[in-house]
């Protein structure tokens, strides 16, 4: 790491034990870092935060427990004052109050890079600036790409066919192979670069434009799926659907047809779908669920678990696979809590005999603990970002190929670096 970009990082320290923050200071020196703060408790922070004439923070070590401003309230003012801020806690509280303290922070739009379990380790804390460091990178790039769009500027992109499906793999953990990928939707902005869902979808979904969609997204799929079969990669391809396309009773006749036409069998299909608790018209999306059953698509409950999506559905829904949220899965293998939740609805797949998949698996861990509590296929960053189908194409290839020289190869540590 370049000494100059380390005498940069600006630091502040909010801790009201004199000797405890005086080691962290003193652990920063020693990284290197001399443009350190100190503070004895909220109020304090937030008056240096006020002086123009010290510059910008980057970084906010902050105990939770403080006389006067404690560190719940800090963390408040802090999100109204300078958002982008990043925030490690410190406490020795127990793990879910300090989990909950960075959830309540994360809402108030601060970036919590972590927590410390006092007294602090100097590696802790390098750690956390390293975090910190690939962090900003990263924003950097995506507040570059980030942009508002009017529903105009989708629906002009709709027409110049600026949108295509990307591929995020999903293995089955017990052969190692890969069995599938889901389907998700770019926008290849000629201005702005590779956009993501979430600055397009709910426009279209607010203006009643998502069945259009959802038809180009299927049909560019399906075509993906045939090619893929053409090449030898016999895999199932998901696609999203959208609640509101639930409600047409020819939704079924008019998906069907679209993978047909592509040649494709119904069987590699699957559809990822949500319900949600305001769902209007339920006898409807039935009807349409249990047509596309009947023709061999897969079902998938999309975001099992959250508000969206709940056992309710279970019985009522011929589905064929149960799909944990990644928001329960990444950091199951810190939370005690979030880790009885995807054991338990892992277990519940199995007993109502559908396949469980976990999504947003981006790392070793998870992926040990997944498979020791028996889930069947995983998807997440640890395997691959969703990527071009080309380039889905040639990872199918090389993974195999590497499966072939190294059965032990398939958890996706070697790939997720190619
Ligand atoms: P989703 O269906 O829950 O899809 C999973 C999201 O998690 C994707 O975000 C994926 O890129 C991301 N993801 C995958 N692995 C990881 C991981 O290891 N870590 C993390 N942090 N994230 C991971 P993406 O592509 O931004 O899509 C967001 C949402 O937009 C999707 O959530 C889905 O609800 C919606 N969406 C995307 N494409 C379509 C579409 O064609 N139609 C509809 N109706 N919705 C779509
Ligand atoms: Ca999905
Ligand atoms: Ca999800």
């Not at 809590?337 to 338990?344: D, G, K, N």
């Amino acid at each position: 790491m370049a000494g100059g970009v380390m005498e940069n990082l600006q630091i502040l320290v909010v801790e009201d034990h004199v000797f405890q923050r005086k080691m962290i200071v003193h652990m920063l020196h020693s990284l290197g870092i001399r443009n350190v703060r100190q503070a004895g408790n909220g109020l304090q922070a937030l008056d240096t935060m006020g002086d123009r004439q010290l510059g910008q923070l980057d970084i906010v070590l902050c105990d939770l427990d403080m006389p006067e401003m404690d560190g719940m309230e800090f963390l408040r003012h802090l999100s109204e004052r300078q958002p982008n801020l990043s925030v490690v806690i410190m406490s020795s509280m127990e793990g879910p109050l300090i989990t909950s303290v960075s959830k309540m922070a994360k809402s108030y739009g601060v970036k919590i890079l972590g927590a410390i379990e006092k007294p602090a380790a100097l590696e802790q804390i390098a750690e956390f600036i390293k975090l910190h460091r690939q962090r900003s990178g990263e924003l950097s790039v995506s507040v570059r790409s980030w942009h508002n769009f009017t529903l105009d500027e989708v629906l002009i992109g709709l027409k110049k066919d600026q949108f295509l499906p990307y591929l995020q793999p999903k293995v089955d953990m017990q052969s190692g192979r890969i069995v599938g990928a889901e389907a998700l939707a770019r926008w290849h902005h000629p201005e702005y670069g590779v956009i993501s869902p979430m600055a397009f979808i709910p426009l279209l979904e607010s203006n009643g434009s998502m069945d259009e969609f959802t038809f180009m997204m299927l049909e560019k799929t399906a075509k993906m799926s045939r090619q893929l079969h053409d090449n030898g990669q016999l895999i199932s391809l998901s696609v999203n659907l959208s609640l509101s396309s639930l409600s047409d009773t020819k939704l079924a006749d008019k998906i069907t047809k679209i993978v047909r036409d592509a040649s494709v069998d119904p069987h590699h299909i699957i559809l990822e779908v949500t319900e949600s608790a305001a769902m209007t018209n339920v006898a409807q999306a039935l009807e349409n669920l249990a047509r596309l059953r009947m023709r061999g698509f897969g079902l998938s409950i999309d975001d099992y678990g959250t508000g969206f999506s709940s056992m309710q559905q279970l019985t009522r829904v011929p589905f064929t696979e149960l799909k944990i949220d990644k928001s329960f899965v990444s950091d199951c293998t810190n939370n005690h809590a979030l880790r009885v939740i995807v054991e338990s609805s892992i277990e519940l797949a199995r007993k109502l005999n559908v396949k469980s998949i976990a999504e947003g698996v981006e790392n070793q861990g998870e992926w040990n603990l997944l498979r020791e509590m028996n889930c069947d296929v995983v998807q997440g960053y640890f395997i691959s970002k969703p990527m071009s189908d080309k380039a889905f194409y040639d990872f199918c290839v090389t993974y195999n190929q590497r499966r072939k020289s190294d059965p032990n190869a398939v958890t996706g540590v070697h790939l997720a670096a190619a």
